[in-house]
């Protein structure tokens, strides 16, 4: 298995500050922890709701990089068709963990879910994805 998902995937998640965790293969999840940069910052000194989006956009497009990476040159990446999100807390300036699922996946079709925590193990927002699986683009490592 070659293990791409353990190293950094895109500028965009250097920028979140991923850094991989754990991936469980039985599950089909990958755990990320991000630290927001301070550029990250809404008005009320919280992570602005759309970037708390990216978070789980890439924890869930990881996921199905973690599932589909075989070492055979077949991964595959999210292209999404949609993305519904729920806020239940405000997400802070700090570290901050991400779970991200493959629910189900074919060639055609995957459905993901995604969740942020704080330190404390609080649910911070949860995502669900429904994503056409394609292939990893030239010049990908």
């Given at each position: 298995m070659a293990k791409?998902?353990?190293?950094?995937?895109s500028p965009s998640a250097e920028l979140m500050g991923s850094e991989f965790v754990?991936?469980?293969p039985?599950?089909?999840e990958l755990t990320t922890r991000?630290?927001?940069?301070a550029s990250f910052a809404s008005p009320r000194g919280v992570v602005q709701g759309g970037l708390i989006a990216g978070f789980l956009d890439e924890v869930m497009g990881g996921a199905l990089l973690?599932?589909?990476d075989h070492g055979d040159g077949e991964i595959?990446?999210?292209?999404?068709?949609d993305m519904?999100?729920?806020?239940?807390?405000?997400?802070?300036?700090?570290?901050i963990t991400a779970?991200?699922?493959?629910?189900k996946h074919g060639n055609r079709v995957a459905f993901l879910e995604g969740e942020l925590f704080d330190a404390d193990g609080n649910m911070l927002a949860r995502a669900t994805s429904t994503a056409l699986p394609t292939p990893m683009p030239e010049g990908m490592p």
């Open positions: 791409i998902y353990e190293g950094q995937r754990s991936f469980d039985e599950k089909g991000f630290t927001p940069p973690a599932v589909t595959r990446l999210p292209l999404n068709l519904n999100l729920t806020f239940m807390r405000m997400v802070p300036l700090s570290a779970k991200g699922r493959v629910v």
